[in-house]
């Protein structure tokens, strides 16, 4: 027994002392290839069976016959361990470089190609996690343009719409100085309806802007879907009135919803006057509310004719407004994106699709 304890302390002297050797080699080749590093693993490791098999050899004093023999077979070990892991280094050092440049390519705004070759499951996974980090990017770079091209859009036709106004306020307000003006109260009311568009513009900004801001503070309380689509409609049958359109919210369920009943009714506000304005004369607008699953889906349904299947994913978009004309009472495009906004800070969701005859717009809202 003390013989075996004596051959395996010596054993273990010299195989440290190759590991001691081992690692301050590891240490100073810590930042050369792959390649370095798995050759001095296997260096180590088969120094350290030489050392430990030659220390129990001469404490043993084997013949020279013998030490020779058990020195050969162990360095054609050597070789043979030293190479498999020069194969493997290198195989493992070109999958990494063409993780690389694929990776370089990514970087430089393009698309991550995942390399063909077949890599180790550590350099596998990566190459999964860069492809679907590039998913995502290009979905943001997708989003980040769509939002660079509605932001100038909005600049330019909000440029518009306060030039056209603020050149007619000036004209009348110089006719009434210099005293030219035939119906001076005419004028007036013309100057009050001009700067009430003005303030309505400028209050869409601001609500958008608290929105994109993620500045929009709710108040959210329990309240029945029948009453916030009756106080809707009532507030919007003067305008269908006006534009000799019907307004009909016979499908309405008394579900119960916790919303912010203000901003909700700036929500059904903006759709209602959307699909009035869009809708002919004798047209019909029609208000529904249903549950659907564990939520509550209100639609608002106009006659406008529909909307290009091209310009449906831009409907809620800053500044759009499906058509280039920019007469009066158009709108800044904002109603539409100021509603996407207040359904989604409501965990909720704003759609829209073409029914026969028009569109139908949909909010899902949270079942309270």
């Known amino acids: 027994m003390s013989d075996l304890l004596l051959i395996a302390l010596f054993a273990f002297l010299g195989a440290a002392a190759a590991g001691l050797l081992g690692a301050l080699a590891l240490r100073l080749f810590r930042r050369r290839s792959l390649v370095v590093s798995l050759t001095v693993v296997a260096a180590v490791a088969v120094t350290a069976m ?17 030490l020779s023999v058990v020195t050969t077979v162990v360095a054609m070990a050597a070789v043979v361990s030293l190479g498999t892991a020069v194969l493997l280094g290198r195989w493992v050092a070109a999958s990494s470089r063409e993780l690389t440049l694929a990776a370089r390519s990514f970087g430089d705004g393009g698309t991550f190609a995942a390399p063909e070759a077949p890599a180790t499951a550590e350099l596998a996974a990566l190459t999964r996690e860069l492809a679907a980090t590039s998913a995502k990017l290009d979905s943001s770079r997708e989003r980040e343009r769509a939002l660079e091209t509605s ?5 330019a036709w909000i ?7 603020l050149a007619g306020l000036r004209a009348m307000s110089e006719a009434l100085e210099d005293g030219m003006a035939v119906d001076s109260k005419r004028y007036l009311r013309q100057i009050r309806t001009e700067v009430d568009r003005m303030n309505d513009m ?4 601001f609500e958008l802007s608290r929105i994109h801001a993620g500045s ?14 009756g106080d809707a409609l009532a507030g919007a049958d003067p305008l269908a009135r006006e534009h000799g359109v019907r307004l009909v919210g016979d499908r309405i369920e008394a579900v119960p919803v916790e919303v912010d ?24 607008v029609a208000v529904a509310a249903h549950r659907a699953g564990a939520g509550v889906v209100l639609s608002v349904t106009d006659g406008c004719g529909g909307i290009p299947e091209e310009d449906l994913p831009r409907v809620f978009d800053t500044g759009w407004r499906g058509t280039h004309a920019r007469t009066p009472p158009a709108g800044a495009g904002l109603g ?14 704003a759609e829209v699709r073409n029914v026969t005859g028009g569109c139908c717009f949909e909010v899902t809202l949270p079942q309270a």
């Open 159 to 165: 440029s518009h719409d306060l030039r056209t106004p």
């Open 202 to 205: 400028v209050g869409d900004l």
């Open 216 to 229: 929009l503070s709710l108040t959210p309380t329990r309240i029945s879907v029948y009453d916030l689509v």
């Open 50 to 66: 030489l050392a430990g098999t030659l220390a129990v050899a001469w404490a043993m004093f084997l013949s020279p016959h013998d």
């Open 336 to 349: 539409l994106a100021i509603v996407r906004g207040i359904v989604e800070a409501h965990a909720g969701r």
């Open 261 to 284: 009943a203000k901003e909700m009714s700036r929500v059904l506000g903006n759709l209602l006057i959307n699909a009035i304005r869009r809708t002919p004369a004798d047209g019909t």
């Open 151 to 155: 932001r100038r859009e909005l600049v």
